[in-house]
């Protein structure tokens, strides 16, 4: 196995990722930035190349003991989400710039989401809220061959069970 160092390895994910991503004046790019201490969240229309928003951990009104947790993530997600709505964008195309949609890059999208960008796409921890449902209501489960055969071995008359 060849080594290979993290950073270009995202560097090349993130490149293949922008190959197909771009930010419009009508649904900007929300691009994503995480380092070991801090995470960072540009909002950013490519066609006229500038950032329309911006927030970090590095912000004092952000800053928290921590910058690298699931927490600060959620606020600066929140933030971020609240500073697009008020320069009037309510869409955005995410870019999670070769991370893998988890753990503060995750939370980050929902807590935007949450806030209000992107309304028509739900959290996966909205849809299985939304999914859980009374006993009575879910689907029965199907049973494996296995579960089938030992269930059926047990309904058998006594005579064929002795003869299996």
Request: proline share 3%; charged share 35%; no cysteine.
């Amino acid at each position: 196995m060849a080594n290979r160092i993290r950073a270009e390895v995202r560097n090349a994910v993130h490149r293949r990722i922008r190959r197909k991503v771009r930010g419009t004046s009508e649904r900007p790019r929300l691009a994503v930035y995480r380092s070991l201490n801090h995470i960072y969240a540009q909002i950013i229309d490519d066609e006229s190349a500038r950032t329309i928003a911006a927030a970090s951990t590095t912000e004092k009104a952000l800053a928290a003991k921590t910058g690298g947790n699931i927490e600060a993530a959620r606020r600066v997600g929140q933030a971020i989400a609240e500073r697009a709505l008020a320069a009037g964008i309510s869409r955005v195309v995410f870019d999670r710039g070769g991370y893998l949609y988890h753990g503060r890059v995750r939370a980050l999208t929902d807590a935007a989401r949450a806030a209000g960008l992107n309304k028509d796409e739900v959290s996966e921890s909205e849809a299985v809220s939304k999914e859980e449902r009374s006993p009575e209501e879910a689907k029965p489960v199907e049973a494996s061959p296995k579960q089938k055969r030992a269930k059926e071995k047990d309904t058998m008359p006594e005579e064929k069970k002795a003869k299996t």
